[in-house]
């Protein structure tokens, strides 16, 4: 049951969007095309078992690992969900 303005079923839908959002960006950020020999980044050799395992992979598991957490920080505030977001 909804309370207020809502219709039932907002809240799942609020969460359904946001689910949603998360895996378009998550699948944005897979690597596409053909694995390189070395990183990108560092141009340190990119171990053949982490080019099979992953195709397309740019980075090696090092400078993969700095990009992973710098995204992880910026990604923390949900602002679909966030009281500041909502119409008053």
């Known amino acids: 049951m909804a309370?207020?303005?809502s219709r039932d079923g907002a809240v799942q839908d609020q969460i359904?969007?946001?689910v949603e959002d998360a895996i378009s960006q998550a699948r944005s950020q897979l690597p596409k095309g053909e694995s390189l020999s070395h990183c990108e980044e560092c141009d340190k050799p990119i171990p053949e078992a982490?080019?099979?395992a992953i195709p397309g992979v740019r980075l090696c598991v090092k400078c993969q690992e700095i990009v992973d957490k710098e995204?992880?920080?910026a990604g923390l505030f949900n602002r679909?969900?966030?009281k500041d977001s909502q119409l008053r």
């Open 71 to 73: 995204n992880k920080a």
């Open 3 to 5: 309370g207020g303005w």
């Open 80 to 82: 679909r969900g966030s």
């Open 50 to 52: 982490r080019r099979q």
């Open 16 to 18: 359904d969007a946001s």
